[in-house]
């Protein structure tokens, strides 16, 4: 808590504008629509996203109105990427909220992610920047790719380990890459900074994907993530397809076998208590075979290759805060 402190007393004046561009690309006539987006609103999260654009616009130069619009876009993109990514997913919640989907209905979602969609071209376009409309319109299309690529991944839910990564590089990494690399752009750093950042954001977005799948072998109550919620969603995370790799075959057979019944809601009752010796099973298997362990150590990897990239800039506080972000991300609870 204390690095989001930090980073809200550093950027206090360009949060409070971000914030106020964001409410105003929200603002709509139409009663259908603006509900929906009020709705979502009240879910407002960390938002690193924007963070990003930011603190990398600040280390290369001066925040300005390229900066502001760059951040509200890519906001908005993921806003309208989870909005579709529900629907997908058939999630009731996300992060305690109903989904709009769920609220509503599968119609409304669509139609609500498109019209956030368009407007991201829209502010984009209206920048007058066309390398920063391209990384937007390239984010775009990776994101897009990324989904169908987990789709088709989790048809047998089990995937290898460099297709994990190529999930997480194009669904998670890939956006934060850009929102460095757009802030940077938006502030006119060289091609050396672009770089650098977009390598930050990338390393970045890879332990805050991998932070989230160890959060589904936590029981931590403050993370809003219920224990097993990827598993129980169909979605095999590294911890437990490192764990099967290195477990004995038929260890490894009986595991999956458990963890298809519960993805398939094969184990429910009215106590539950199956469906609870089933996580508490896997859970066991994973640790047991050092999956948290392993994990725990890539993200260690990537940190330094974020820390490193970052050498090219003279020490300042906005570069302190990026490196704090990144120990922030490894220890995350929600």
């Not at 930090?6 to 629509?33: C, G, M, S, W």
């Not at 099973?281 to 994973?286: A, D, H, K, Q």
Request: hydrophobic share 40%.
């Amino acid at each position: 808590m204390e690095t989001l402190q930090n980073i809200e007393k550093l950027l206090l004046v360009e949060l409070q504008e971000f914030r106020k561009n964001y409410q105003q690309a929200l603002q709509t006539d139409h009663p259908l629509l603006g509900e929906v987006l009020r709705h979502l609103q009240q879910r407002r999260g960390k938002q690193v996203r924007p963070i990003l654009v930011l603190l990398s616009a600040k280390l290369c130069g001066d925040v300005n109105e390229k900066t502001y619009g760059s951040a509200v876009a890519f906001e908005l993109l993921h806003t309208a990427s989870l909005v579709h990514d529900d629907v997908v997913d058939d999630s009731p919640l996300r992060r305690g909220q109903a989904t709009v989907h769920a609220r509503w209905n599968n119609k409304v979602a669509v139609l609500t992610g498109d019209y956030l969609l368009a407007k991201v071209i829209e502010l984009t376009a209206g920048l007058r920047n066309m390398k920063i409309f391209n990384i937007v319109a390239e984010i775009g299309q990776t994101l897009a790719r990324g989904e169908l690529l987990q789709l088709h991944a989790n048809r047998s839910m089990w995937i290898s380990e460099s297709d994990y990564f190529a999930v997480i590089e194009q669904k998670t990494a890939a956006l934060f890459a850009a929102c460095t690399q757009a802030g940077a752009v938006s502030a006119g750093g060289t091609m050396r900074q672009e770089t650098a950042l977009r390598t930050f954001g990338r390393e970045l977005g890879l332990v805050f994907q991998m932070q989230d799948d160890l959060l589904d072998y936590s029981d931590s109550e403050e993370s809003g993530k219920p224990t097993m919620s990827d598993v129980r969603d169909g979605k095999a995370t590294l911890p437990l397809l490192v764990s099967l790799d290195r477990a004995p075959k038929a260890e490894a057979e009986e595991i999956r076998s458990l963890a298809e019944h519960l993805a398939k809601g094969e184990l429910s009752s009215v106590t539950g208590e199956e469906e609870r010796r089933a996580e508490q099973t896997i859970l066991s298997f994973v640790l047991r075979y050092d999956g948290v362990r392993y994990v725990r150590q890539q993200m260690e990897v990537h940190k330094r290759k974020a820390i490193e990239a970052l050498s090219v800039f003279h020490q300042s506080s906005v570069k302190s805060v990026l490196i704090e972000l990144m120990e922030y991300m490894m220890t995350r609870v929600y």
